[in-house]
């Protein structure tokens, strides 16, 4: 009897240790999987970040509202100086409006003709006279980004400091003056074959010293 209640004991104890074994290599193994979810989502970062692109063609298919906004709620999670926050961002993909446009803006309007969209990255002087082209930047290249990882297209057209180029955006798409424009992004289905330029330049690399 009393040989059947240690049986007992060491049976119970054994499977208690095995399981305790058991939910520690599995806990190791979510852990495992949780830090490769992490590294391959830090690659992605990085291959969106090297594999964008300037789109200057496009198809002329319609890009939605909802990717629109999908665009500027990326260029609105960029960084801004003392959280002022002093960009504006218009966006059509009104065909009438973006041949309107076209017709007013010279050689940028031709750029615009065939995209589905055009974004306007704007800034408020009075709310940052300083920083609002800095954080109009930040921004701008956030939306870039977006606009690369969703397989669209775009290209950073600009306009600012040059009031011969700043005006006539705000008059092209009926956007009060006291609002600059930092640049025009064209928007939309890229059409034909676009490639990264590398821009890495070790000799303006300086580590540790100049």
Known sequence: MKNRFLLI?????????????????????????GGNMKEMHSRSVLRNIHSRKSVR?????????????LLVKAGMAAPTAMNRQPWHFYATNDPQIIDGATEKLGRNGNMIKEAGAVIVVLGDPSVSEKFWPIDGTCAA???LLAIEALGLGGVWLSAYPNESRMTPV???????????VLCVIPVGYPKGEHKPKDKWNEDKFHFNSW
Do not use: M
């Open 141 to 143: 290249e956030n939306i």
């Open 170 to 180: 705000n008059e092209a798409f009926n956007i009060p003056l006291e609002y600059k």
């Open 9 to 33: 004991i060491v049976i119970l104890f054994s499977l208690s240790t095995l399981s305790y074994a058991q939910n520690k290599i599995e806990r190791g193994a979510r852990g495992h999987r």
């Open 57 to 69: 063609s496009f198809t002329g298919k319609v890009v939605t509202k909802d990717t629109l906004e």
